[in-house]
Each structure stands twice: as structure tokens, then as C-alpha cells.
């Protein structure tokens, strides 16, 4: 590979403008350039230790094959580059004083940054029992992807990481996220050129339109290309240079490219080029904040790194090329305890090293290696930003009472439930000016949270023209049409701290689902970490939901991020379906003051009957489910006839209104109305804790009356919400069932049969007896049924009443 530095202005020397020390960054003495590549040497020895080691972890013999472990899992070919960035990075805070995180986009790479964290002391402070010493690092080596041990990623287990890396594309959002309202902070985001082929890293170098210097953090994006994915090329190092420079110029970076494999030429271009980049940044940052910047988005620098995969490696194994090929990206020696050539070759390879010069006596890491770490929490395997929590300070939220809508009796008003919510998020951001943001993709003002916009602006780098609104370089909502970016600037952001709310079309959170999935198992996994502190939670506001977006049609119709949030663990997932405003406000306030929970609550824009004063509301969420026992018919003289439950607006109005049909029609029919807000108190406590307990379920749902259940999302979810509850046949489920398109809100619950009319046939159907009159009522049913198909295709609307239909004065609470 041939040997150069590129820039897309000429290198020069660096000097730190938040220090004023003299320069040393862009050129190397001979004992910083010892100390750089020791550690370096000492990262990739232990890194293929914990691929294939077992015992002799030092060779302090010649190595034999049961030194080998019997499963060999890894990939070396990222790792390399990983570590070498890494020592740099660690020269450069030692230097600087700058706090920095340090992001591995190639996930695989998981034993280079458990080796960085090693050497650096901060492994063996957090897991005392991997000391740094020769039995600490036998047993760095034996639980490297071993039972009992730790994963092959840069995991949570990982001190130093908030990104794992193991579903690759998000690792620049994170980054971006990690650095807003956090204004000393450098994010140095390693994307792996593999990584950079997923749709959701190529949608997010765009995040520099959104930065803003003067307040917010720096990312220097690192592209390591060493040339291949796990069998065959990556786009972007197949490019030619000149047009990938530009495609990352387009982006809005200066490009700084390094390319070699030669030591110590690579560490001596690699300084320069990384001097001049934190040059840039601090130049930059400190214009920004003395009042010398014109305004325009600054044009902030990356590095492209281009090394062969599997640098340092061999060679050749078998006769065939393995480094600086696909054959390097996981285990380039495979046959080690059955091939004496190929144990003999990874004895080779692990001497290459030298470690007699990077351990002591005692397996400690030698003076050498030791001068290249920064010292206490500058390390960045120590950050507090990388433990987020340990930074988090709580909301200054104001009363949520306050932002309520005055409800005389149930069903006595309508309102539009997330107003009221942006009206209450308008003022967390007033109280919290560097603590708190709201990520939602070009829908703020759709879905009815504009209030914000009184209070601060959409952040916004790029130029504005005279036409804009709520657009500017000081505004902190943070509107890009990438659910991806969205999800990921807000995992960042609570990550390192703060606090957020993702806000969505409900329909298109499965774009980012999988972010959700990752981000939930980040958080089960922290929790048996006892050192990691708990952050803010992920809060997700789905609306602009699938039972209202009958305006939009078929494609926007999907309640399925329900659904992936029930499969998670219970010490994590929370979902809320709260019926109107004021339940909503109750919702969230809990949810923003809450840690280390994925909180997902649904509710419509539309405006909706409120049911609950402020007062009844948060006794009804503080519950979680409960009878309403104004909408039944239900004294406690004697049990229920029919029980009918919800969970969802939309569905409960319907509830709501089969059980006034009920009481009109048939009023000697017992029904008792159940409103569940927190879908978790279905669940056994033993599945759950938010799990109602036998008894307060029994006394709820009864014993062995059925229940039609009216559900927002599909209705599986019911059934394996109440598995293990007596007689769990008993609950009929009605619910979102892939019908619908573009048509009108009540012909929404019709198509998915679970209208007013629907539940009312389905209560008559299940009821424990019938009162004289209940075929009338169910043929009446199916009557209203049919003139409501000839009605809308002729009208274009729904029938009167429904359209405007309101409970009626029966509904008190007296």
C-alpha cells in the first residue's frame, strides 16, 4: 500500500487554542512516538489473545494447542485500525485536556476497546477480578465471546462505549446526539467502511447542518477504510479518491486522508493529520463562542484512514494473501489446535509484538505503554459521558396539572390531547435550555407539539431565506425527515445525560424499530451492570396513529412498534395508551422524570372526547387500568354480565359508546367498562412488575365473566399480554387486523371489526344471559352496520351520529 497524507488545504503546525500550550500535537520526539507505538503493539497482542488464547497469555512458554481455546470468535481485520486511532486519541487528550468519546462504528471490534480499557486501568477498577497483572489478563483473554464472559462487541459491558456496534449504521447519530448542549465534548466517531454502506450511516453525515459550534460539542468523523466486509469489497474503498473527497466535501467536511501501512511513517502522518483536524474543531469552536463567527455552517473536518484489514497480521497462511484481504475480517488462523503450522504461525505472529517489552514481570503493562494514557477521567475508557448517567441532573419540569383540559363529566369535551402535551414540552424546554430536546422528523407541527416553537427555533446550520419559520443556527428541536436520526441523536444525547422525547408517525416508527430493539437491550443489560449508572430514558410518542390516518391510507396504517416492545424484558419496556389529555400529561411526566426504561405511549392528534378530570386522571394512571364506572351498567349488586375493556383512544371511545348502546337498549344487561392505561398491568407480576396481582385482577376482570377487549394495536398482543390469567380464553380481542385504507375514522374501526356495533354483537354474543330484547339489538347492529357501507360511499363522510356523537347526560360521576 503506498505511503501518504492528503488534506484538502496544506498541514501545518497545530497549536491548542483552549490551552495556549506550545504545539506538540502535529509532530512526534522519539519517546512519544516509543510510547504510541507500545500501547499500540500491547492493544493488538491482547486483541488476538482474547481471540485465541486460553492460557500462556503471555508466552512466557513456547505455546501449545491446549493453550488455544476450543471455540476461536473474533475479527481481527477492524481491530487493528481501532487501536490505532485509539493510542493517537489518547496522546492527543494527554496532550490537550480535551474530553473525549471515543464511538467504534465496526462493532467487532469489541476486544480492541476491552484491551484499550485495560491498559488504560480502568478494565480491572471496574471488574476487579481482571487485575493488570498476568492472571488478569489470562482472564481478559478466557471470557472474551465465552460462556459466562463478555460479547465480541464493544458492548455495554465495555467501560468507555455507548455504542455497540453490533447492528451497524448508527454510529455517527450517536455521536452527533452525544455532543449537543455538551459544548467541551469530542466525539470521534469511527465509521468501518462496511458500516458505511448501510442506509443509515450514509443518511447521517448530514448532521453537521445541525451543530452548532457555539454551544454544542464536535464530531471528527474517522472512515476507516481498510477495504473489505467479511467476504468481498466495500464500495467506498473501491471509489476513487478524488470521488469520494468530494462526495464528503458535499457533505460539508474538509477531508483529511492518511494512507499506509509502513511504521513508524503512519504514526508520524496519522498526528499531523489528527493535529490539524483538532485545530479546525477548536478554531471553529472558540469563533463561535467570542463572538468572531459570521453565522455561516462552519466546515468541520473528517479523517479518512486507509490501512489494509487485518494490518499487522499475517501475511500469508496456507500459501493464500490474508492481510489487506476479506480473509483477515474474523479469524485469519482457524485450524490452530489441530495444525502445527498454523499454531506455529499465531506464536509468530503474538512474538512479533514484542510483549516482553509491553509487560512486567508481573503481567503489568510497562512503563512504556503506560506513558501514553492520560490520566483519570480524561481517559476515555473513564469518561463520565460514556456512563451518562453519573452526569444527569433532573428536569425542572413544571406541574403537569397545570396544562390540563377542564373535563365537567366524561365525555364532556374535546380537545386535541398532544397540544396540550406541546404546550407542557414548550415550557420543559424554557426550564431546561441545555437538559432537554425533542427529535421528531418534519412533523412537530403536524402532530401538534408546534407550541415548542415559541420558545426555541428548529435547529438549523444550513442557509435560511426569508420564507423560513422557527428555522435558525440558535434553535434546539431537532427536525430532520430520518426517523434514523431521530432515534439515534436521541439515544446519544440520554446516553451522555439528558433528557428527550422521540416523537413520530406512528406507522413509520418501524423504519427505526430495530434502533428501538437495540437501545432497549442496551438498557436490560446495563441494569446488571452495577457500575453503570441508570440515564434518562427513551421516550417514544407515537401518533398520528393507524386508527386516524384514514386520511393517508393503507401505508400508514401500523401499530406494530406495540408489538416489538412487548418482546422486550420486563425491567425495561413500558407502553401507555393513555385515552385523552389529561391521562396524556399524567404519562408524561412520569415518563420524562423516569430512568433507564423504554417508555412508549400512543395517542392520536385528532381532537377526542376527554373522559377524566386532572384529578381522576392521575389516580387512573397511577393505577394503570381500573373500572369506569360512569360508562357501565355495573352497581356491585351482583356480578357482570359482559365485561368491556380498552386500551387505546380510539378504541375506547368505541367502548365507551357500545356500552351506551347497551344501556340505552338493553339497560338490564350488567356491563362493566375497564380502561387499561399501562398495558403492562395485564401481565402476571411474575412477568411483569407493573403486573396486577391475582386478586386486583380478579377483582377487575372477574373470575369467569368474558371480556371484549377493544385494543389500539394488533390483537395477539392481548392474548399474550393475559397468558396465565384465569381462563384467558374468556378475553375476545378486537383490534388493528391490516384493514383499511383511505376512508373515514369511523370506517377505520368497521374494516378491522372493531366498531361501537362490532362490540356491541361481540357483548351480546359472550354475555353470561340475555335479556329479553337482545336479538333486536344485535340485528339493529348489523342494520346501522350496512347503511353505514352505503353511507360513506354516498356521503363521503360518517353518518351523523357518529360523526358528532358525545355520551349523553347519564354520563356523571355521581
Known amino acids: ?86 493510542a493517537h486519541l489518547s496522546r492527543l487528550v494527554r496532550l490537550t485536556g480535551q474530553r473525549a468519546l471515543y464511538l467504534a462504528g465496526p462493532g467487532h471490534g469489541g476486544p480492541a476497546l476491552v484491551a484499550a480499557g485495560w491498559l488504560e486501568g480502568t478494565y480491572s477498577e471496574v471488574y476487579p477480578h481482571v487485575g493488570q497483572d498476568a492472571e488478569g489478563v489470562r482472564r481478559l483473554f478466557r471470557q472474551f465471546s465465552a460462556p459466562g464472559g463478555i460479547p465480541s462487541h464493544a458492548s455495554v459491558t465495555t467501560p468507555g462505549s455507548i455504542h455497540e456496534g453490533g447492528e451497524l449504521g448508527y454510529v455517527l447519530m450517536h455521536a452527533f446526539g452525544a455532543v449537543m448542549d455538551n459544548p467541551d465534548l469530542l466525539a470521534v466517531a469511527v465509521v468501518g467502511d462496511g458500516e458505511a454502506e448501510t442506509g443509515p450511516l450514509e443518511g447521517s453525515w448530514k448532521g453537521v447542518s445541525f451543530l452548532n459550534p457555539a454551544r454544542d460539542g464536535a464530531v471528527l468523523p474517522v472512515l476507516d477504510l481498510n477495504g473489505y466486509k467479511i467476504s468481498g469489497p466495500t464500495v467506498l474503498a473501491r471509489k476513487d479518491p478524488a470521488q469520494l473527497r468530494s462526495l464528503l466535501q458535499g457533505h460539508g467536511y474538509e477531508v483529511l486522508e492518511v494512507e499506509g501501512d509502513d511504521v513508524p511513517g503512519m504514526h508520524h502522518r496519522f498526528a499531523a493529520a489528527l493535529a490539524r483536524a483538532h485545530r479546525s474543531i477548536r478554531e471553529i469552536q472558540t469563533a463561535a463562542r467570542s463572538g468572531a463567527w459570521d453565522g455561516r455552517q462552519p466546515t468541520w473536518p473528517m479523517i479518512v484512514l486507509r490501512t489494509p484489514k487485518g494490518w499487522t497480521g499475517p501475511r500469508e497462511v496456507d500459501g493464500v494473501q490474508v492481510e489487506g484481504t476479506w480473509r483477515s475480517h474474523q479469524v485469519p488462523l482457524s485450524g490452530v489446535r489441530d495444525d502445527p503450522e498454523h499454531l506455529r504461525l499465531l506464536e509468530e505472529w503474538l512474538r512479533s509484538y514484542r510483549p516482553e517489552e509491553l509487560f512486567d514481570a508481573d503481567g503489568r503493562p510497562s512503563a512504556a505503554v503506560l506513558a501514553n494514557n492520560p490520566a483519570g477521567e480524561l481517559r476515555m475508557s473513564a469518561t463520565p459521558h460514556a456512563n451518562g448517567g453519573l452526569l444527569t441532573r433532573d428536569l425542572d419540569l413544571p406541574d403537569f396539572r397545570d396544562y390540563g383540559v377542564q373535563v365537567q363529566r366524561p365525555g364532556g369535551a374535546r380537545a386535541e390531547s398532544t397540544r396540550k402535551l406541546g404546550e407542557f414540552l414548550r415550557d420543559v ?386
Not at 481471540?51 to 473474533?74: H, N, S, W
Not at 413509520?508 to 440515564?535: D, G, I, N
Request: hydrophobic share 40%.
Open 1 to 86: 500500500m503506498s505511503s501518504s497524507t492528503s488534506t484538502s488545504s496544506t498541514l501545518q503546525s497545530a497549536t491548542d487554542p483552549a490551552t495556549g500550550a506550545a504545539d506538540r500535537l502535529g509532530t512526534l520526539d522519539e519517546a512519544e512516538l516509543a510510547a504510541l507505538d507500545a500501547w499500540w503493539r500491547a492493544a493488538n497482542y491482547l486483541t488476538i489473545g482474547q481471540i485465541y488464547l486460553q492460557d500462556d497469555a503471555l508466552l512466557r512458554r513456547p505455546l501449545e494447542p491446549g493453550d488455544v481455546k476450543p471455540r476461536l470468535l473474533g475479527h481481527w481485520g477492524t481491530s487493528t485500525g481501532l487501536s490505532f486511532l485509539y
Open 429 to 814: 424546554y424554557r426550564d431546561n435550555p441545555d437538559t432537554f430536546r425533542l427529535f421528531c422528523p418534519d412533523e412537530t407541527n403536524s402532530n401538534r407539539l408546534g407550541a415548542v416553537f415559541e420558545v426555541s427555533d428548529r435547529a438549523w446550520m444550513e442557509r435560511t431565506e426569508p420564507g423560513d419559520v422557527s428555522l435558525s443556527r440558535d434553535g434546539r428541536v431537532m427536525e430532520v425527515l430520518s426517523e434514523h436520526n431521530c432515534h439515534g441523536w436521541l439515544e446519544g444525547y440520554t446516553l451522555t445525560g439528558r433528557h428527550g422525547l422521540f416523537a413520530t408517525y406512528e406507522a413509520f416508527a418501524m423504519v427505526s424499530a430495530s434502533q428501538t430493539v437495540q437501545h432497549a437491550k442496551w438498557l436490560e443489560e446495563a441494569a446488571h451492570l452495577p457500575w453503570r449508572a441508570k440515564v434518562p430514558s427513551l421516550n417514544v410518542l407515537l401518533t398520528s396513529t393507524a386508527w386516524r390516518n384514514d386520511h393517508n391510507g393503507f401505508s400508514h396504517q401500523g401499530p406494530g412498534l406495540i408489538q416489538t416492545a412487548l418482546t422486550q424484558r420486563s425491567s425495561v419496556a413500558r407502553v401507555y395508551l393513555p385515552p385523552d389529555a389529561n391521562c396524556l400529561m399524567s404519562v408524561a411526566d412520569h415518563c420524562l422524570r423516569s430512568r433507564s426504561y423504554l417508555n412508549l405511549v400512543v395517542i392520536d392528534k385528532q381532537p377526542q372526547l376527554q373522559y377524566l378530570s386532572m384529578d381522576e386522571a392521575v389516580e387512573h394512571c397511577t393505577r394503570g387500568a381500573g373500572v369506569w364506572e360512569w360508562a357501565g351498567t355495573d352497581d356491585g349488586s351482583a356480578a357482570p354480565d359482559v365485561v368491556l375493556a380498552c386500551a387505546g383512544d380510539v378504541v375506547t371511545m368505541e367502548t365507551v359508546a357500545a356500552a351506551a348502546i347497551l344501556r340505552e337498549r338493553l339497560p338490564q344487561l350488567r356491563t362493566r367498562v375497564v380502561n387499561v392505561v399501562d398495558l403492562m398491568r395485564l401481565r402476571r407480576p411474575a412477568d411483569h412488575p407493573h403486573g396486577m396481582d391475582e386478586f386486583t385482577f380478579r377483582e377487575t376482570f372477574t373470575d369467569d365473566v368474558d371480556v371484549v377487549f377493544a385494543f389500539h394495536g394488533f390483537p395477539g398482543a392481548i392474548h399474550q399480554l393475559v397468558h396465565g390469567r384465569p381462563d384467558a380464553d374468556r378475553f375476545h380481542v378486537r383490534g388493528f387486523i391490516e384493514e383499511g385504507t383511505t376512508t373515514t375514522p369511523f370506517d377505520m374501526t368497521v374494516k378491522n371489526r372493531a366498531s361501537r356495533y362490532h362490540l356491541v354483537i361481540d357483548a351480546l354474543n359472550n354475555a353470561r344471559r340475555l335479556p329479553v330484547g337482545a336479538g333486536e339489538v344485535k340485528a339493529w347492529c348489523h342494520q346501522q352496520l350496512e347503511r353505514h357501507a352505503s353511507y360513506v360511499v354516498e356521503h363521503l363522510e360518517d353518518m351523523p351520529e357518529v360523526r358528532d356523537w358525545s355520551l349523553g347526560d347519564w354520563a356523571t360521576r355521581g
